[in-house]
């Protein structure tokens, strides 16, 4: 799928730092990626590689201190976001990007209805009045699937299950429609069937609402069924960007195909599955050149001393390797 | 992958990298404890406080006394030296400060010859010197009476009788002793300075000898006109006092009790004399072996009402907001003894017990009731918590409903209650009641703790592998629960050493310990908060700094065993 | 279940509480080596054991343990001062308690006679203390003062703790968030009878707020002569609240705002408040209305228990500003022993506590709506 059009969102070498006591936490290093209307980009890597903090640093949300954001650029509808004011920034949080979270449990505030959590956001990005806020309420209720919309709106959350939650969730993160969603990990948390559920939820009202959405996500399975465009991401850097038949037919980054083979597929026979040696390393001292080169088992000497190019294999199709396209 | 063979595998870089990822894996969890720990400055400043002064507390015989003591507690045989400051004045023999202090020696020496006259059966002499001081002698009015006083001989027979009864001393104001069989009067001259004489105030210093101590009088005061006859009831104003003394063990050395008679709304002419009778009857108590003497002596004071014992001085409280200049009364004066000086590093109290001392020996009572009651109150705590949450059902009924019950009632209240289950307080008995009855904070904690630990897997487990119920409770449960139950105990002996001192404070420890609280009682006696601030002041600073320790090392034990709470 | 039947059903599991309260103190204060009239002998050495024995009767301290509990619990005839017919005056004096009190307001004469009968604890009667009044009458005369000390350094350690903590949890590990941690600490770690003496030596004795004294003895001066108007008396009443309501309340607020801190940094880690701030709510919404109203839900944990212990007071701010408070004077009694007091006031007291409790759980349900009774 290719995008003529402007990007919605891009992203040009942002670094967010958190200084601990321990040391400076390089989470996220020097990434950059662009995001088109209608467009589902899917963010991939494992826990602690710095999805959820470059989500985060576009909403500007980092929790600070310790964090920070130190560099780069977040280029939305052709404005600087790190640039604006707070105010401003209030005002896109929620109306113009929103976003979902991993938990759907703790992601509600337990002890205001859902109609309160859900009618804030409403009454604060809109003109609207009480009754009219209520029932766009109600819509978005019945939009996402909640039966009994007009009773249960005035629940607490904790009355609802977890699937039921997360479809508030997302309810509330439609309630202005947005242009952009970060989902972060949606599905995560729920029971398998439901997770089906959630994500064909997303996936329509994306379709339907012609949204933007970054999927953030270490299931590669979700991503094959979301996304456009996948962005891997390995200890702070997008190693691999491209679209999603690409990333898995041929993958060229060693991190991605090491991930590849490490889960079951079921168009290919494997006898056993590949397992990544080694453990993801700590950001505050980064193995030096690529970050990747401790558990690659194609590292050379370069690898270790030299901090690899982005190479574009092919018209949008990036790896961040020295050996790109040679392996 | 067909061009593996041009790549080389980085082994080695791979082997430095997960070496180290082992290294900190084998370090174990008390090594990841410590680290996060140390990280703690304040926590580590509080360790090293705790350290400091429980070091203070297990020396304290060789630290506060010339090293002559019983270690461990400052009982019976303690009690005297327990007065003396840590610095002799021996050690200091060559110095200008000897000169200093040979002077102060003598000074001190003469007044005891008279003081000890009061104390027929007194300490030791030995001691005497190191620890009496004076300093308020300046107010003494007449100064021919004072310099008798200050160069009176030393021979007995300047103040004993032929037949070895006392001679009660008339030549200076009113210093004076009184046989309890019989009473007495005495006589003080005085002369105000100032335009009223408002009231008269008498320290009563009494030495009781027995094991078991009562002491009671009557008092009265009369105000004669300098000529008139004493005896007679022609007296401008009269004030009376009806007050007792129960001292709880036996040897208990002194005790100072303050009188004030108001006389107050008398019309006093500025310069004319006038006398005040201090009559005396003295209980006939029927307890052998006891004696009694009354001490007071006379001088002119600044009247200051803040403080005293007497339930008269709430009729003070007025006195307060005026300037004290009008209120010129008299003070009768046994022994206000309060001297800074170098070998007093603290300074003293009234009685002239040396604070550094007290402070250093309040070190050892605080932190025996402190370990002793936490550790009772951790052991019980764990135990009740353990079968509570680990049996649940009937056993954990009893036992909340047990806590529930010590939990309404208001704890220091039920401690003062308890504490009078014991004739004589000690130490270990201030810590057994304050250990047995605190646990259920800490059972509260272990049973909460329990309540989720044995619905895990590893639990089941053990059960069904036929590990037995008491084993599966201490050894593979209660590790997992200790981490609250190490912060609740480290926070809750800061709490003991408060209680410890607010019950020593209130005069419901033990007395022949020297505790912080009893300390700052001392400074609470009369007019030494007044006179003597540092006396309530120093023991006051040590109980905070000891809580403050225990308070910094608890917060960063709960940083340190609970990571959540950091970010 | 309804809330009706909830506080129907803890009201019920109380009760067997109180017997055990009761009985641990009763059994405390039977067991102890020196009764009232021992104390009694020091202050009078002159009595002869023969008139110990009759105060020892008169008070009942001479009767089976097990009688003087009931005594106690039930009631007695005054006249005697045991059971007398006690069931035949026990059913009389329940009987007639209506009309009795319809006679004794003078509407309507029903002829009632008199009874003899002193009810004991379970009708609301504390006894009486062994110096001869009734506790009920000590407590109501001195339950006002401790109340008001007590809920003025609340008040006071709520309203300034409060604010503090949200403001060091908002901006934790900065330099005021430090400073106002550390000055917490230091409240926490003062033994607060010290912390009283110094306040009365330095802003009563020393004067060193612009050279006012400030009253530290009682609730009010002595020196009044009963002439003064209505706002005079107020202000002494006031003046002398002053220093004790900071000592105490000083300890307090240090509480109140390490608590207030450690909920909310607590609660700033939470999901929902990443949630509040993705929507583009204001800070000042996300703390006040997301942040807060979980954060106090200790607090109100910590408030309604101190409500429980109000009448307790404080036994060492009191007798160190000699408060004529409950604190001060259940110090004295425990001097004199007289257990009688002490009994009733623990009870009472723990009364107090069993329904603060109840009402704290109730407000948590209505704060907290996870929580179902």
Redesign the interface.
């Known amino acids: 799928m290719t995008f003529a059009e402007e990007p919605l969102l891009e992203l040009e070498h942002l670094k967010t730092q958190f200084f601990t006591e321990d040391g400076v936490v390089k989470a996220v290093d020097d990434v950059s990626f662009k995001l088109h209307r209608g467009e589902v980009l899917g963010l991939v890597g494992e826990s602690g590689c710095g999805k959820t903090i470059t989500s985060l640093s576009i909403l500007k949300l980092v929790p600070t201190p310790p964090g920070k954001i130190v560099g780069g650029k977040v280029m939305f509808n052709g404005e600087d976001l790190l640039e604006l004011s707070e105010e401003r920034m209030r005002q896109i949080r929620g109306n113009e990007i929103s976003m979902i979270f991993q938990d759907p449990m703790t992601s509600l505030n337990p002890v205001f209805t859902v109609k309160n959590q859900i009618l804030e956001n409403i009454k604060l990005h809109q003109d609207v009045s009480e009754d009219e806020a209520l029932e766009k309420g109600i819509e978005l209720m019945q939009m996402v699937g909640i039966p009994e919309a007009r009773r249960r709106i005035n629940d607490y959350p904790h009355l609802f299950s977890g699937g039921m939650r997360q479809r508030v969730m997302i309810a509330m993160a439609l309630s202005c429609n947005p242009q952009m969603l970060i989902a972060d990990e949606p599905t995560t948390a729920l029971d398998v069937t439901i997770q089906a559920q959630v994500l064909d939820l997303i996936k329509d009202l994306q379709e339907d609402l012609n949204m933007a959405v970054l999927y953030i996500t270490h299931n590669l399975g979700v991503i094959a069924e979301i996304a456009d465009n996948v962005a891997v991401m390995y200890a702070g850097n997008i190693v691999e960007y491209t679209d999603v038949n690409t990333i898995y037919d041929k993958p060229d980054h060693p991190y991605t195909r090491a991930l590849l083979s490490s889960i079951p597929r079921m168009d290919k026979k494997i006898s056993r599955l590949g397992v990544i040696r080694g453990t993801v390393p700590n950001l505050i001292t980064p193995p030096s050149g690529c970050r990747f080169h401790p558990r690659c088992p194609y590292a050379t000497e370069k690898c270790s001393t030299q901090v690899p190019p982005y190479v574009e294999i092919e018209p949008s199709h990036f790896s961040f390797c020295h050996y790109a396209a040679t392996l | ?1 067909s ?2 063979g041009k ?4 082994d080695e ?2 082997e430095a ?2 070496k180290e ?1 082992e290294k900190r894996r084998r370090a174990g969890r008390i090594m990841i404890f410590w680290r996060r720990f140390r ?1 703690h400055r304040m926590g580590v400043f509080g360790l090293f406080i705790i350290i400091f002064v429980t070091f203070v507390g297990v020396f304290a015989p060789f630290l506060a006394g010339p090293g002559r003591l019983v270690p461990f507690g400052p009982r019976e045989s303690n009690v005297q030296a327990r007065f003396t400051p840590p610095f002799s004045y021996e050690s200091a023999k060559d110095t200008a400060a000897s000169q200093e202090a040979s002077t102060l020696e003598k000074t001190v020496a003469a007044f005891y010859a008279n003081y000890k006259l009061n104390f027929i059966n007194g300490m030791s002499t030995t001691a005497l010197p190191h620890y009496l001081q004076l300093s308020k002698i300046d107010s003494i009015v007449d100064e021919t009476t004072e310099e008798e006083l200050w160069s009176s001989s030393l021979d007995p027979a300047d103040y004993l009788n032929a037949n070895g009864s006392l001679r009660l001393p008339t030549s200076f104001n009113g210093s004076a002793l009184i046989d309890y069989r019989t009473g007495g009067k005495i006589a003080f001259q005085i002369n105000p300075s100032k335009n009223k004489l408002t009231f008269v105030s008498i320290f009563l210093a009494v030495r009781v000898d027995s094991p078991e101590s ?1 002491w ?1 009088g009557k008092f009265k005061v009369y105000l004669y006109e300098a000529e008139s006859d004493l005896n007679s009831a022609n007296y401008l104003a009269s004030s009376s006092v009806q007050s ?1 003394l ?1 001292s709880t063990g036996p040897s208990i050395s002194l005790r100072l009790i303050d009188f004030r008679f108001s006389v107050a709304g008398l019309q006093i002419t500025t310069g004319s004399t006038y006398t005040v009778v201090l009559d005396t009857e003295i ?4 307890f052998p072996g006891i004696n009694q003497y009354v001490v007071t002596r006379s001088g002119p004071a600044e009247m200051d009402p ?1 403080r005293t014992t007497n339930q008269n ?6 006195w ?2 005026q300037d004290t200049a009008t209120y010129e009364g008299w003070m009768a004066y046994v022994a206000v003894f309060y001297v800074t000086n170098k070998f007093h590093v603290f300074g003293t109290d009234a009685l002239g017990r040396d604070i550094l001392a007290a402070t250093i020996w309040g070190a050892t009572s605080s932190l025996t009731v402190a370990f002793l009651a936490q550790g009772i109150t951790t052991l019980i705590g764990i135990i009740v918590g353990t079968i509570a949450g680990y049996y649940g059902g009937f056993w954990d009924n009893v036992l909340m ?2 806590t ?2 010590i ?4 704890f ?3 401690l ?3 504490i ?4 004589q307080i000690s130490l270990y008995f201030m810590a057994i009641i304050i250990g047995v009855l605190g646990w259920a904070g800490i059972a509260r904690v272990v049973r909460a703790q329990f309540l989720s630990l044995r619905e895990l897997e590893y639990t089941e487990a053990a059960r069904a592998l036929g590990v037995s119920n008491v084993t599966i409770m201490f050894k593979h449960l209660l590790p997992n629960a200790l981490a609250p139950v190490i912060v609740q105990t480290t926070l809750g002996t ?1 709490t003991v050493i ?1 209680i410890e ?2 019950l020593s ?3 419901f420890g033990d007395p022949l310990a020297v505790s912080w ?1 009893t300390a ?1 009682q001392w ?2 006696t009369g007019n030494t ?2 006179f003597a ?1 540092w006396v ?2 120093i023991p ?1 600073l040590a ?2 700094v000891v ?2 320790g225990f ?2 090392m608890g ?1 960063a034990l709960r940083d340190a065993l609970d990571p959540r ?1 950091k ?1 | 279940m309804s809330l009706r039947n909830y506080v129907i059903r803890r009201l019920l599991f109380s009760i067997p509480l109180f017997l055990g309260i009761s009985i641990i103190l009763f059994a405390l204060m039977i067991n102890a080596p020196a009764d009232y009239v021992d104390v009694l002998r020091l202050t009078n050495p002159t009595m002869s054991p023969e008139e110990a024995a009759n105060i020892r009767h008169n008070l009942g301290l001479d009767r089976e343990p097990m009688e003087q509990y009931i005594l106690w619990l039930l009631g007695r005839n005054s006249e005697v001062g045991d059971w007398g017919n006690f069931f035949e005056e026990f059913a009389n004096f329940v009987i007639f308690i209506p009309f009795r009190f319809i006679q004794d307001t003078g509407v309507l004469d029903f002829g009632v006679p008199d009874s003899n009968f002193e009810p004991g604890f379970i009708f609301g009667n504390m006894g009486r203390s062994f110096t001869g009044s009734s506790i009920n009458s000590i407590i109501g005369a001195l339950a006002w003062e401790t109340i008001k000390l007590q809920l003025a350094s609340l008040l006071m350690s709520l309203m300034i703790g409060i604010p503090l903590g949200i403001f060091s949890a908002r901006k934790p590990y900065s330099r005021l968030d430090n400073l106002g941690t550390t000055l917490a600490l230091f409240g926490v770690s003062m033994p607060v009878f010290w912390t009283g003496i110094m306040f009365i030596l330095l802003f009563s004795d020393y004067k060193i707020f612009f050279g006012i004294r400030f009253p530290a003895l009682g609730s009010t001066s002595y020196t009044l002569t009963g002439n003064e108007g209505a706002i005079e008396l107020l202000v002494d009443e006031l003046a002398h609240m002053i220093l004790p309501t900071i000592v105490l309340g000083l300890a307090g607020t240090a509480l109140v705002l390490r608590l207030t801190r450690s909920s909310m940094l607590e609660v700033l880690r939470q999901d929902y408040i990443l949630t509040a701030r993705s929507k583009g709510l204001p800070e000042r919404l996300v703390i006040y209305k997301h942040a807060l109203r979980n954060a106090l839900l200790p607090v109100v944990t910590v408030v309604g228990l101190s409500i429980g212990f109000l009448l307790a007071g404080a036994a060492l701010t009191e007798t160190v500003f000699s408060w004529p408070g409950l604190g001060r004077e259940a110090v004295a009694r425990i001097n004199l022993r007289d257990y009688n007091f002490m009994m009733g006031v623990n009870m009472l007291i723990a009364i107090m506590v069993i329904v603060s409790n109840l009402v704290t759980d109730i407000t948590y349900a209505f704060l907290d709506p996870r929580i179902r009774y």
């Open positions: 992958m061009k593996e790549i080389v595998i980085d870089r791979l990298f997960e990822k990280r009562v009671g007792y129960v209980m006939d108590i029927e803040l001085w709430n009729a003070l409280d007025g307060n907001d409903r047990l529930d019950i939990l309404a009632i208001p220091f209240f039920l003062l209650i308890a009078t289950l014991w004739e800061a408060l001192a607010g404070f209130l005069g609280g700052i400074g609470m908060l007044r601030p309530a002041t006051g109980i905070f809580v403050l308070n910094l917060d709470l970010n």
